[in-house]
Structure formats: structure tokens, C-alpha cells
């Protein structure tokens, strides 16, 4: 949600800059929103995905060097102060989303879950069979509660896969208000 206000503040704040460089400017948003959409929405491989992060980070460098070209034209303009201070939030939001989406639960501390839960149930099993009257049925609900709060660690951390996904609506509709201006 933060990177969508920020990318459509910058938009916004772009159609005041003097043409040509709102035009620009808002081709190089767009591209950038597509990238950025693309990423979240399927699980690129890891070429693509770098590939991806260093498109985004040309296309943040284009769009510097467009705000400073116009602060170079009439450094008084508040518009292009403005840009320039959106522009500079879009590009820290976007370290932001990388950083939470290359900082997972690392595979080592899921396998150890996994681990723990074998041997509870090992336990469990064992602990049950020495019982004279056996029921089965609480070591077999605790052992799928176990791997049932194991999944859905899982799948919170990997929000573009599994059940439990991300929703990128405020993206999307952000992309679509960019594609409708027409300066």
C-alpha cells in the first residue's frame, strides 16, 4: 500500500513538471509500476527477479535525472520540489518491499520445526503406547496441529505462494489511474 501511494503521488506530482518531462516521466512510472506488478504477482525465478530489480533501479535513475534536469532549468519551481520529494520516497519504499521480501524464515529454522514436530509425535506415539487402554486419536489430532501451525508459518512468510496470498489491488488500480493520464 505504501509503495502504490507513493508511485501515484509521484505520478501526480509529475504531470505538474513542464513537458516534455511529465510525459516521460509518466512512461518511465508506468514501466515501473508493470515491473514492480510483475514481481508480486507470480514467483520469478531468481535471474528474472534481479533482472526485474535492476530495471526498477535504471528506471528510478531516469527519473532522477529527469527531476534534476528540470530543478537545473528553475530551481524555484515547487512542483519539481515536490516531485523530487515523492520520487525519493518511491525509491525508499521500494528498498523497503525488497528488504522484507529477501528477509524470510530462513530454510534452516523450518527444517528444525519440522524436526521438533517429528520427535513430539515420536513422543507422543511412544508415551501413548505404554498406556494399557491405547487411543490413538489425540496423538494423531496433536501431530496434525503441529504440522498445521508448521504450514501456516510457512505460508505467511511466502505471501506470493501458498493459500495465503498478498493482495496487490492498490497496485493495480494505481497502474491503471498512471495508464488513464493523458497530458
Do not use: C
Not at 496423538?139 to 505460508?155: R, S
Amino acid at each position: 500500500m505504501n509503495e502504490a501511494n507513493a508511485i501515484g503521488t509521484t505520478a501526480l506530482r509529475a504531470r505538474l513538471l513542464p513537458a516534455p518531462h511529465n510525459v516521460e516521466t509518466n512512461k518511465l512510472l508506468q514501466e515501473y509500476v508493470r515491473i514492480r506488478l510483475d514481481i508480486t504477482q507470480r514467483v520469478p525465478s531468481t535471474a528474472e527477479f534481479n533482472a526485474a530489480i535492476a530495471r526498477s533501479n535504471e528506471i528510478q535513475e531516469a527519473l532522477w535525472q529527469q527531476a534534476k534536469i528540470v530543478a537545473a532549468k528553475d530551481n524555484g519551481l515547487v512542483p519539481t520540489g515536490l516531485f523530487i520529494q515523492t520520487l525519493n520516497e518511491m525509491i525508499d519504499n521500494q528498498g523497503k518491499r525488497l528488504d522484507a521480501f529477501r528477509n524470510r524464515v530462513p530454510n534452516i529454522v523450518l527444517l528444525a520445526l519440522y524436526g521438533v514436530a517429528i520427535v513430539a509425535s515420536a513422543f507422543a506415539g511412544y508415551a501413548n503406547g505404554l498406556e494399557a487402554r491405547r487411543v490413538r486419536l489425540p496423538v494423531y489430532l496433536m501431530a496434525l496441529l503441529v504440522a498445521a501451525v508448521i504450514l501456516l508459518i510457512q505460508d505467511l512468510d511466502r505471501p506470493s505462494t501458498g493459500f495465503i496470498k498478498t493482495v496487490q489491488q492498490p497496485m493495480i488500480d494505481m497502474a491503471n489511474s498512471i495508464a488513464a493520464y493523458s497530458d
